[in-house]
């Protein structure tokens, strides 16, 4: 997904018009540059500096670091937009959704924060719901079981994009498994018998795995509608 393809004027919406701007620098730029400095560790100072602008001229279109986050956090979540593809399942469409905004879960943890926040709520929501639902209908998906799959689907890729963030966050000890061999190794030799036992049957504990459970999420939807999904697969 390209940053660029946020629309400028949906993000100039969210703040109060502001009058005096200069001419080298917009909000959109503003944004730009503090994605592309990461949001984890940007400052208006940074903005500032990368833009070749005094700080004072970010505050005639951001109030504060907060607000700049904000911004930023919303055009992540403008860039997630349902696929489009002549002739797909509607499975495939719905997987290619779930890894879009898994996609730009992980690749911006602050958006996550902000959905803890309430932040990014159905004013949000709803421009990239109704292209799904009208996707999903013409699979023959009534209004409600659209918003239902919506959902189901978002539910599972933001607890997938939080695991993958924690893990990434501990990747200095190794794999899960591994760190879950080491927390085990602390412990008496026949404590916790259902967890060695399910450590011992190989399960795949990595965030990575997070596709496996979409397509048992999708491949149930399928059957309560009487269908098969098909055999390429439904998930990118």
């Keep these: ?53 005094g700080s004072s001229t ?19 979540a403008l860039e997630r937009r349902l696929p489009t593809g002549v002739g797909l399942h509607w499975s495939e469409l719905a997987g290619r959704y779930a890894e879009s905004l898994f996609e730009s879960l992980a690749r911006e943890p602050l958006v996550i924060q902000e959905l803890m926040r309430g932040r990014l709520g159905p004013d949000i929501e709803v421009d990239y719901l109704e292209p799904f639902l009208e996707a999903m209908s013409q699979h ?52 916790l018998p259902r967890i060695r036992a399910a450590l011992a049957a190989n399960v795949d504990l990595n965030a990575g795995d997070w596709k496996t459970l979409l397509r048992h999420l999708l491949s149930g939807v399928a059957a309560a509608r009487g269908e098969i999904l098909p055999c390429a697969g439904a998930v990118p």
Excluded: C, W
Aim: cysteine-free; aromatic content about 4%; hydrophobic content about 50%.
């Design 140 to 191: 023959g998906f009534a209004p409600g079981e659209g918003l239902q799959l919506f959902r189901a689907i978002g539910m599972l890729a933001v607890g997938a994009a939080v695991a993958a963030t924690a893990q990434q966050s501990r990747a200095s000890g190794g794999e899960e498994g591994e760190a879950f061999a080491r927390a085990l190794a602390e412990r008496p030799a026949g404590a």
């Design 58 to 76: 970010l505050y005639r279109h951001v109030r504060n670091r907060d607000e700049l986050l904000r911004l930023a956090t919303v055009k992540v």
């Design 1 to 53: 997904m390209n940053p660029d393809s946020a629309d400028p004027i949906a993000l100039s919406a969210v703040l109060p018009n502001r009058v005096g701007r200069p001419p080298r620098v917009n909000l959109q730029l503003i944004v730009d540059a503090a994605l592309a400095i990461g949001l984890d560790r940007v400052s208006l100072p940074m903005v500032a500096d990368r833009l070749g602008v």
